[in-house]
């Protein structure tokens, strides 16, 4: 009976001896799955943190486009409220007063001498002025 004992024994310690190596390799394989989530956790957090700048950044440029579109837009509306046809003639109001004359007017703008003559009356200086 003694020898039952000591067989019995020997197989219980056995089987807690066996139980307890195999807890330790569970544990050290749910350590490595541990260490293992653990860096893919970081690599995943670098990539959203390199992400998130490059949106921020993608964002502060489309912005800027939008502010240069806002202007561009701006300026072509102010484009197209001017009258096409008072270019030339502000354009031979500038030559008048650096001194051209008449014919120099009908060369430079397009227009006809009538024109270019009716210019020079209007703006030419009144009388008393004096020239620069």
Not at 115 to 121: I, K, V
Request: hydrophobic fraction near 45%; glycine fraction near 6%; charged fraction near 20%.
């Amino acid at each position: 009976m003694e020898f039952t004992w000591m067989v019995s024994f020997g197989l219980v310690t056995a089987a807690s001896l066996i139980a307890v190596v195999v807890s330790f390799m569970c544990y050290k394989k749910s350590e490595l799955a541990r260490q293992s989530m653990s860096e893919e956790l970081s690599v995943v957090l670098r990539e959203f943190s390199a992400f998130r700048s490059s949106s921020i950044g993608v964002g502060k440029k489309v912005m800027g486009i939008e502010k240069e579109l806002a202007e561009t837009v701006e300026k072509q509306q102010d484009l197209e409220f001017q009258d096409p046809n008072a270019l030339p003639y502000n354009q031979a109001s500038r030559l008048i007063q650096m001194g051209a004359d008449a014919e120099d007017i009908v060369n430079s703008c397009g227009l006809s001498s009538a024109e270019a003559e009716l210019l020079m009356l209007v703006n030419r200086q009144p009388l008393g002025a004096s020239a620069h």
